[in-house]
């Protein structure tokens, strides 16, 4: 959808991708031996090395000790699902392309191959920057905090929508909050056929959850001041809004 509102003081594709890998909970890996899901079984170091317990009857094992040392043999998938119910609940996908070495028990991944799919389109990330990014200050607590906006300030998640440029609203049936980090709260404006992402930049940046607080309580105090916008319309129940 070709919103106006521009996406600004957005985080850089290798701390995105860190953030990713930090928030998610469960991976996917694809190999020689095929595919396998696994659910809160990888770790990861500051540096961004994946560390995954699998189980001994795993074809995982037998791959990383019979692949060719230091050729690429396995995908690692990450999915960044919004917390919020919203159309489209993928907000990106990170690929980490690499090999398997035994270490202490578990199974470390070595990446030569950094891939983050955001909705612009598919980024290369350089390993180099991958390992010394961290992850967004916000990126663990952020399922916690959309899903507390979205479930019991509904009234300030549309007061919020004054200060986004009135084009981005024409037909919205239903806004929620998609995403937030330090640099700012990202809004997702349903239509009833349609949908589209706006995001709200902080004056300066959140470093811990107190700080993206007194963040916020600036946005409120900014949409306050704000001309109002014209209420959302009445969401549709017979069509596939």
């Given at each position: 959808m070709g919103d106006s509102q521009a996406w600004t003081a957005a985080p850089p594709a290798a701390e995105r991708a860190r953030s990713v890998l930090a928030a998610a909970w469960s991976c996917a890996v694809t190999g020689e031996g095929g595919r396998e899901e696994f659910v809160g079984a990888h770790t990861v170091t500051d540096n961004g090395r994946v560390l995954v317990q699998v189980p001994e009857d795993s074809a995982l094992?037998?791959?990383a000790i019979c692949?060719?040392?230091?050729e690429p043999s396995a995908v690692l998938e990450f999915?960044?699902?919004?917390?919020?119910p919203v159309r489209n609940r993928i907000r990106a996908r990170l690929w980490l392309a690499g090999y398997f070495v035994p270490e202490d028990g578990?199974?470390?991944?070595?990446?030569?191959?950094?891939?983050?799919?955001?909705?612009?389109?598919?980024v290369v990330v350089a390993l180099d920057e991958f390992a010394a990014a961290a992850p967004d200050p916000l990126a663990?607590?952020?399922a916690r905090l959309l899903t507390h906006l979205a479930d019991c300030h509904a009234d300030a998640v549309e007061r919020l929508t004054r200060l986004v440029d009135h084009d981005s609203l024409h037909g919205a049936v239903r806004v929620q909050p998609l995403a937030v980090d330090r640099q700012g709260l990202t809004l997702r404006i349903e239509r009833n056929r349609t949908h589209g992402d706006v995001r709200l930049p902080f004056h300066k940046p959140a470093d811990d959850v107190g700080q993206l607080t007194e963040r916020m309580h600036v946005l409120l105090t900014q949409a306050s001041s704000a001309s109002c916008q014209r209420p959302l319309q009445r969401q549709r129940t017979d069509g596939d809004g």
């Open positions: 094992n037998a791959a692949a060719p040392r230091g999915a960044d699902v919004a917390p919020v578990q199974l470390a991944f070595q990446a030569t191959r950094v891939v983050l799919r955001p909705p612009s389109g598919a663990t607590a952020e």
